[in-house]
């Protein structure tokens, strides 16, 4: 078999993009063929002439952020002033929730990246003579919220083309739909930079759409003139972004806020007006980062040692876990161990959990085989959140456990390798290739290789904890250094084969190619 050269290499990752229906932005659809979204312009043009109060409700992840932030920005744009709430993780729970329903009291309310499954909020808010207008991405339920418009492309009876989009997204395709409602000049194209952050951060599959989407977006944060993206674009100093540099870098900080503490600060960080403000609000992200790491350790090892390798998933709890940074574990212990993983923080006798997966199963689908059990749940094929009462826990998984029997086998997603790698071929054009088809993501990996028969020539701990293995080896003559983050095991073969992702290493201004290890088979 012939191995990946940089010819390959550019036929492989080129014939990804081929049949792209939205390869430019002229071709991205448009907002009419969402359901709904006319009967929610009209209204919301009506409560804008008649100046009724407009509340945007939120959510406290970076995609319910963004989206808030882009309602935000568009209406300030178009000068009409509106309210927003972005819900607190532990006051007020998800969402649109009866808690949020209670601080609004007239007007129209606009949900961004949420809302599809608050029933019991929008009764109320219908008790309240309150038009409700959603926007959401999230799996539609059997219970419906009583709206006047839902826009969600995940509604059976919807047309928009593109299913897979996130939350702010469909909040973006709402202005965008505002704007031709009133015939004003705004272009759309100026929220990219915030765009892709969400679709990046909601780790929605990175092809057709959202692959341009975000293509174009990534190019717009280098020279947003935004405050917040300045402020990142200085301490990030990089001559181009790519999707992991918003992925590893700009969203968990992002994420921190609502995670560990209250997402306007967030919000108040990507509305900065000045330098000061993006300064100090991005000194408290930072904080709040480094907190949210060492709780997230912490929780990890603790969750790790109540694992039961026979479990077809990873389902373990504990008394006061903190909520914010059960997610992360439960996506941590899903790659760990290869399989969906849910954790729950159990407090005043109710678990609230998050589940994870990169599997061939739908969480969602899975999670409702309980729903007799829970409380409350909603999200999609890899990502949930769920609550029940304590005391069913065990019940609960064991009904999991059952389920996800018949489908022992796509429980998880191993990676795909390009082929087998020429080592020789690997130097800062093949690097270049790869960077030139960014961004990567769900359903358009990041290319990985296997090598194959590399002899260990040694090997070296790095860090001032010593826990990243350096590796030198030979293949077929040729020396390289292969680097495994977050492993220290010197108990390695001889001959080895290996799976591994070639990035750029920018070491005091010279740049070479690093091989990185993402498996040792």
């Not at 049949?19 to 929610?40: E, T, V």
């Not at 590399?454 to 020396?479: M, P, Q, R, S, W």
């Amino acid at each position: 078999m012939s191995k990946i050269t940089k010819n390959r290499l550019f036929e492989l990752l080129s014939a990804r993009h081929l049949n792209n229906p939205y390869s430019k932005l002229a071709d991205i659809p448009s907002p009419d063929n969402f359901k709904d979204i006319h009967i929610a312009t009209k209204r919301i043009k009506k409560a804008i002439l008649e100046k009724e109060t407009i509340t945007i409700v939120g959510d406290y992840d970076v995609d319910g952020v963004v989206s808030t932030t882009i309602m935000l920005d568009f209406f300030n744009t178009i000068g009409v002033k509106v309210n927003h709430i972005i819900p607190n993780r532990f006051e007020h729970g998800y969402g649109l929730s009866v808690k949020i329903v209670d601080l609004i009291d007239d007007g129209l309310v606009i949900t961004v990246d949420n809302g599809i499954s608050a029933y019991e909020a929008s009764v109320k808010l219908k008790e309240k003579n309150i038009d409700l207008i959603i926007t959401d991405h999230h799996t539609v339920g059997t219970q419906i919220p009583l709206a006047l418009a839902i826009i969600n492309p995940k509604q059976h009876d919807c047309n928009f083309e593109f299913k897979d989009i996130c939350g702010a997204q469909v909040a973006w395709y709402l202005c965008a739909a505002i704007k031709k409602e009133l015939n004003l000049d705004i272009n759309m194209t100026k929220f990219l930079d915030l765009l892709c952050v969400a679709i990046i951060a909601d780790i929605v599959p990175m092809t057709a759409l959202n692959y341009t989407l975000v293509k174009q977006g990534l190019k717009k944060i280098k020279t947003s003139s935004r405050e917040a993206f300045k402020r990142l674009n200085e301490v990030m100093s990089k001559e181009f972004l790519v999707s992991d540099d918003i992925g590893f870098f700009i969203a968990p900080k992002l994420n921190s806020a609502g995670r560990m503490d209250d997402a306007s600060v967030a919000l108040s960080f990507l509305l900065s007006e000045n330098a000061f403000n993006a300064n100090e609000t991005l000194s408290l992200l930072d904080e709040l980062n480094n907190y949210r790491k060492t709780l997230q350790e912490e929780i990890s090892r603790k969750a790790d040692s109540k694992t039961d390798k026979n479990d077809n998933a990873v389902i373990v709890w504990g008394e006061n876990w903190h909520e914010g940074v059960i997610g992360i574990v439960a996506s941590k212990l899903s790659n760990a161990h290869k399989k969906p993983a849910f954790i729950f923080s159990i407090h005043n006798g109710i678990a609230k959990g998050s589940a994870r997966a990169n599997a061939n199963i739908n969480l969602y689908d899975v999670i409702t085989k309980a729903k007799h059990l829970l409380l409350g749940y909603g999200g999609h094929k890899n990502a949930a959140g769920l609550s029940l009462d304590a005391s069913n826990l065990e019940e609960f998984k064991t009904i999991i456990n059952e389920e996800l029997e018949s489908s022992k086998d796509d429980l998880h997603i191993e990676p795909i390798t390009l082929g087998e790698l020429d080592v020789s071929s690997v130097d800062l054009d093949f690097i270049s290739i790869i960077e030139q088809f960014e961004p990567y993501g769900l359903e358009n990996h990041r290319p990985i290789f296997k090598i194959s028969n590399a002899t260990l020539v040694k090997y070296d701990l790095l860090g001032k904890d010593k826990n990243h293995l350096k590796l030198t080896l030979n293949c077929e003559g040729v020396i390289f250094e292969a680097l495994k983050f977050n492993d220290s095991n010197t108990n390695i073969p001889q001959n080895l084969d290996l799976i591994v992702s070639i990035s750029k290493n920018e070491f005091r201004g010279v740049v070479t190619p690093q091989f990185l290890i993402q498996d040792i088979l």
